[in-house]
């Protein structure tokens, strides 16, 4: 009681919850019943630095041991609900403390009591809490910091999270205030998210009495963002006192200079450099808000329906590879037979029944493996399998540079990208020896060459970063290597899981270092995290165990992020596939059999820690009989090699296949 008189101000709790620690472990367990009472005020203090700084000090207990099941129990059903937080330190200092807890708890009451209050938030069933890393892929896309401070700052409540518990009749403050709620962006999941923070909400809604003069200065205008939300991205560390707790909590425009923040530092002997450091990362953190509001068009506004525009069959061979130019104007087409061929995506609609090429770059007897554009889409770049490469014109198709790659004999091209902007551009071209030749565009000069490791066997595929930091490298005996451009080293080399040759490798959009992959031999993406070698997801479809004639044949050899969870995939079994990694349900086959369209269904699980999302056969709807008359199928009869994203008169998905045959989807 006398230590309770003394914890009024955030910084006297923030410095109890670090020095608690080294007391508790001299007095012993038998001081944790005292404790208990001021480690659950600190988890529902106002300030969330001391929240976060609160969920330490119970990691460090109990590694520590100084916690009992019973106390242990309280504490998890006290911090199970900042999984739901916005505030990502929360977040994650609670999968700690939970995966923590879970290893010094009984097996009986770890399945007993303590799932059970997991299974209700996580958006994955868990059956292993011990484990961190499934923690925290089970981990739920967390509420919208503007609605847990929308309701914190409503003056009645109480009478709000009775209505969104159990739905009883309200007057029309409150069901006006709802109406906003659900403008703000509020769902049935949000909803559901708001009801398991109902206890936290109301406990640090008291310390904010007065936070807000006016409750319509909660909401965000058009332009303008409120001061907290500033300070919600930065490490509880280095956080200045939220403005909210000693103002009014006016608002800003985010172009201008906050000027305000002198008033909210404090005075010691760091404020100064502490104050400018907060303002650069507060820059930071609103820039890359602006960029992303400067998005004009986004593919995830739009994703393919599976219906067939067109298809085109030019080609006399397979079509290696298929770009689209910086303006999503001209598309190129690379292919076995030596042609290369430029078409205008402007005509890529359902009005135009012909459709043909607008010129050709032919080189007979020579099949181009690498196509790239440059210089704004002006040129384009191709390589032979030999190495030859080729500069040419767009609008003239003329050849205005060519070489040869110093390559050895029996090596051969696998792939080509482009490493730069503006004036300066490189090409990098891989071969199948395990050699990375960068070459410059402008005076035809190599710039390094780097070499994988023999070992590691032929290198099969290749990506590069779309910010152009890495390059990864996969090879035929199933390794992958991950390149630094910057320094030119190797940053981590693996094994997949499966051991089969590499088919594709394609960088995943949302992280910057995760990887798709696709494996000869089984009809599975994964996608890999290249930092520490592991993976997190797989996208698996058909059956899991093969023949030794169908392993041969089967794989997935084009794979298209359209977004951090729209992925698109093609293979062996000609099928184009629509994967959605939030919402596996609305998964789809886009093209492919007539008795796979809308007959699968997809889940998804946790398995070994990896996400699995798999396409199962709908056992109601296979024996189910077609009706009406057999139309010929749209789909691919071959294998497909690449995919490419047009963003012209509309949006469509360019798909390409080993027959030479080109087709237009939206």
Not at 155 to 167: M, T
Request: a negative charge; aromatic letters at 8%; charged letters at 20%.
């Amino acid at each position: 009681p006398f230590i309770c008189c003394f914890l009024g101000s955030s910084g006297i709790n923030a410095e109890y919850g670090d020095s608690v620690v080294g007391v508790a472990a001299f007095v012993g367990w038998q001081s944790l019943k005292m404790l208990k009472p001021l480690l659950s005020q600190g988890l529902c203090d106002e300030e969330e630095f001391v929240v976060f700084k609160t969920l330490s000090t119970l990691i460090s207990l109990t590694q520590l041991g100084l916690l009992e099941e019973g106390l242990l129990e309280d504490l998890v059903r006290e911090t199970v609900p900042f999984f739901c937080h916005p505030n990502l330190w929360l977040q994650f200092s609670t999968v700690r403390f939970i995966s923590t807890a879970s290893e010094q708890l009984h097996p009986a009451d770890l399945y007993c009591k303590v799932l059970p209050l997991l299974h209700p938030v996580l958006k994955l069933p868990l059956h292993n809490p011990d484990n961190r890393r499934a923690l925290l892929h089970a981990l739920p896309i967390p509420l919208p910091r503007h609605l847990l401070d929308f309701i914190v700052g409503y003056p009645h409540k109480d009478r709000l999270l009775c209505f969104l518990q159990e739905g009883r009749d309200l007057d029309d403050e409150v069901t006006a205030v709802v109406d906003k709620l659900n403008n703000l962006g509020m769902g049935d999941e949000q909803q559901r998210q708001v009801i398991v923070l109902a206890g936290y909400i109301q406990k640090v809604s008291k310390g904010k009495a007065g936070y807000f003069d006016n409750f319509s200065e909660l909401l965000i205008d058009e332009g303008k963002v409120h001061t907290f939300e500033y300070l919600q991205d930065l490490s509880p560390a280095h956080r200045i006192p939220s403005p909210g707790f000693s103002n009014s909590g006016k608002n800003f425009d985010i172009k201008e200079e906050p000027r305000e923040f002198h008033h909210y530092s404090d005075h010691s002997k760091e404020s100064t450099l502490k104050l400018l450091l907060n303002r650069k990362k507060m820059e930071f953190i609103v820039n890359r808000r602006e960029e992303r509001k400067g998005i004009s068009f986004s593919s995830t506004t739009w994703q393919p329906k599976g219906v067939l525009v067109c298809q085109i069959n030019e080609h006399k061979a397979a079509i290696n590879h298929v770009k689209v130019s910086t303006k999503h104007s001209i598309l190129a087409s690379a292919s076995e037979d030596g042609n290369v061929k430029i078409w205008n995506t402007k005509k890529f609609d359902s009005r135009n029944i012909v459709i043909s090429s607008r010129q050709t770059y032919s080189r007979p007897g020579q099949p181009i493996k690498g196509l790239v554009f440059y210089d704004k889409g002006d040129r384009v770049a191709v390589v032979t399998r030999e190495g030859s490469l080729h500069e040419v014109g767009v609008k003239e198709l003329k050849v205005c540079a060519a070489q040869t790659l110093d390559i050895e004999s029996g090596d051969v091209v696998v792939d080509m990208n482009t490493l730069g902007t503006g004036e300066q551009q490189n090409l990098v071209v891989s071969t199948s020896n395990g050699h990375i030749v960068c070459v410059d565009m402008r005076s035809g000069s190599f710039v390094f060459k780097l070499t994988n490791k023999p070992q590691h066997g032929p290198v099969s595929a290749m990506c590069t970063d779309r910010h152009e930091h890495w390059i990864c490298l996969g090879t035929r005996y199933g390794w992958l290597t991950c390149w630094d451009l910057r320094f030119h080293l190797p940053i981590l080399s693996w094994q997949h899981d499966k051991t089969a040759p590499v088919l594709c490798v394609s960088p995943s959009l949302g992280c910057g270092s995760n990887v798709n992959v696709g494996v000869q031999g089984y009809n599975e993406v994964g996608t890999w995290n290249m930092e520490s070698g592991c993976k997190e997801r797989s996208l698996c479809y058909g059956p899991t165990e093969l023949s030794e004639s169908e392993q041969s044949i089967a794989g997935v050899y084009s794979i298209l992020s359209l977004s951090p969870d729209l992925t698109v995939t093609g293979g062996a079994d000609n099928c184009v596939r629509l994967w959605n990694a939030r919402h596996e349900t609305t998964s789809s086959v886009l093209s492919g059999p007539r008795e796979l369209l809308g007959r699968q269904v997809y889940r998804k699980s946790v398995i070994q820690d990896v996400e699995v999302i798999h396409a199962e056969e709908d056992v109601e709807l296979s024996h189910s009989e077609i009706k009406g008359p057999v139309q010929p199928s749209p789909a691919h009869h071959h294998t497909i090699t690449d995919f490419a994203f047009v963003k012209s008169t509309q949006p469509c998905l360019v798909s390409v296949d080993m027959g030479g045959m080109m087709k237009i989807w939206k």
